[in-house]
């Protein structure tokens, strides 16, 4: 499947469709609900996004937006907030998992529940001046989240060469720490073992007794997500894969089953979703 339009002709799509007020959709957060920008910290959510979001909750079991952000940065740049007010109104619950499933908030709770940062990751923070020097990255973008760790490359003048040069240097420094290394667009992070996006939606689904799946992601932090939706699937659960699009990251693209055109795509195609699970 390429476009929407041809979403709606797939079996997939059809059973989705059937597990209507059932179905639980998850939703990435940068590449999938934010448009990719270069400074993290202004990365806003689509302007669509808020009233779609409200919309399509009224039709489904629960909307989760899962993300590598801290829950409360998300919050914040999402607006999560208003729209879970928005969703509340419609007895349904917005939740975000923040730190791959780490982190927890919800429109019914309204407060972040998080663990401990990980033994070892406040020493590898002090390693990092010297291992980005040791790749000649010394330029890149730390951004430290509590939890975990990021390396940002996309400002630096070749992002894709300190890219290169820093996956072997972090990859050595979070294995001897038992540390988890998180590779993304133009981005490493590293954070603790033990969990990614498939455990925290698989305990979603359990959680709301999900008849069905919905999964939105651009990136490869999102493969685990997509990976136990494909489980669920062999299951017997209806399931959707969708990929937010992009030049920069295809991995997703060969295990979706419909490719969007970034966030604006996803946008078109969470309007028509909606649109469809009010008819039938
Ligand atoms: O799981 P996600 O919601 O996709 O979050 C993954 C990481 O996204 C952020 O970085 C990415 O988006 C930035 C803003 O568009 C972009 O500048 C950067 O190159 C991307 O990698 C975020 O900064 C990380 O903390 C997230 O974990």
Not at 193 to 217: C, I, T
Request: glycine share 8%.
């Amino acid at each position: 499947m390429e476009q929407p339009h041809s979403a709606s002709a797939s079996p997939e799509y059809a059973a989705l469709l059937r597990a209507g007020d059932r179905l639980l959709v998850a939703l990435d957060f940068d590449g999938t609900l934010a448009p990719i920008v270069e400074n993290p910290d202004v990365a806003l959510i689509h302007p669509e996004a808020p009233e779609v979001l409200a919309g399509l909750s009224a039709q489904v079991r629960a909307v989760a937006v899962v993300t590598g952000r801290p829950a409360r940065q998300v919050l914040a740049l999402g607006g999560l907030d208003d729209v879970g007010d928005a969703i509340g109104e419609s007895g349904r619950e917005l939740v975000v998992l923040g730190q791959y499933g780490n982190e927890r908030w919800s429109s019914n709770a309204r407060r972040v529940v998080s663990p401990k940062p990980p033994a070892g990751l406040a020493s590898l923070i002090g390693d990092l001046p010297r291992l980005l020097r040791r790749a000649d990255a010394a330029e890149a973008w730390i951004e430290e989240k509590g939890l975990a760790v990021a390396v940002h490359t996309r400002r630096m003048a070749d992002p894709r060469g300190a890219f290169e040069r820093l996956l072997p240097v972090l990859t050595d420094a979070a294995k001897t720490r038992n540390l988890t290394l998180e590779p993304g667009r133009m981005v490493i992070e590293i954070r603790s073992s033990g969990m990614d996006k498939g455990v925290a939606l698989r305990r979603l689904v359990e959680e709301y007794d999900a008849q069905g799946v919905l999964f939105v992601g651009d990136d490869l932090g999102d493969v685990p997500a997509f990976e136990a939706v494909a489980a669920l699937r062999r299951e017997g659960m209806p399931t959707l894969l969708v990929c937010s699009g992009s030049d920069e990251e295809s991995t997703l693209r060969d295990l979706a089953d419909l490719v969007v055109a970034g966030p604006d795509g996803v946008m078109e195609f969470l309007r028509r979703l909606t649109a469809d699970l009010a008819r039938d």
